[in-house]
Each structure stands twice: as structure tokens, then as C-alpha cells.
């Protein structure tokens, strides 16, 4: 069956940098677009990035650009999100997800952006 795992959440000061990780089983995960979406509390969940399955072409939600980046390991099955210069209002729950026939959504990893 389908398996989205995030990690890499924690708690970081402002200015600093977290990776999260994603690991995908059950699916071709070379075939597909995946994306990362983030959720704060009181607030709906929201896309941050996406990156296609063939050449890698990414896009940013405007409140990420020039800090975020997403990236892909085809050979070990994993999407990553690369965050720097956090700041506060970064604070959420991340999801990796993907979408074939329906989206499924990894259990999330929470990012806490405070001094």
C-alpha cells in the first residue's frame, strides 16, 4: 500500500535552515509529480512546492520563494524540502502528498519556527 513518511521537523530558531525528508513506497514514485503542503493552526492547509516526475521543474508558493527548495532522489524513492531563513509564521505541520486518483497525504512532520 501507499506509504508517505515524513521527518526532519523539529524546532528551530529564526534564520535557520531545517530539511525534511519524505519516503514514498507502494507506488512508482519515479512516475509522479509530489508536492509539499503545509498546515498552521486556525489556517487551511496550503501547497508550498511541487516538483514534476520527469524533468524536475519545481514551483513555490510566494511566501516560500528564494528560501525553499524542493528536490527528488528517484533512486532512493524520497522528496525533499530544503528550508532556510525560517521564520514564524513558517510554523506548521508539513505533508508530502501525491495525487493518483485520489491524493494521499504522508502523517505530517511539525516545524516550530520561535526564538
Known amino acids: 500500500q501507499v506509504q508517505l513518511v515524513e521527518s526532519g521537523g523539529g524546532l528551530v530558531q529564526p534564520g535557520g535552515s531545517l530539511r525534511l525528508s519524505c519516503a514514498a513506497s507502494?507506488?512508482?514514485?519515479?512516475?509522479?509529480?509530489m508536492s509539499w503542503y503545509r498546515q498552521a493552526p486556525r489556517k487551511e492547509r496550503e501547497l508550498v512546492a511541487a516538483i514534476t516526475s520527469a524533468n524536475g521543474n519545481t514551483n513555490y508558493a510566494d511566501s516560500v520563494k528564494g528560501r525553499f527548495t524542493i528536490s527528488r532522489d528517484n533512486a532512493k524513492n524520497t522528496v525533499y524540502l530544503q528550508m532556510n531563513s525560517l521564520k514564524p509564521e513558517d510554523t506548521a505541520v508539513y505533508y508530502c502528498?501525491?495525487?493518483?486518483?485520489?491524493?494521499?497525504w504522508g502523517q505530517g512532520t511539525q516545524v516550530t519556527v520561535s526564538s
Open positions: 507502494g507506488f512508482t514514485f519515479s512516475n509522479y509529480p
Open positions: 502528498t501525491y495525487y493518483y486518483q485520489r491524493r494521499y
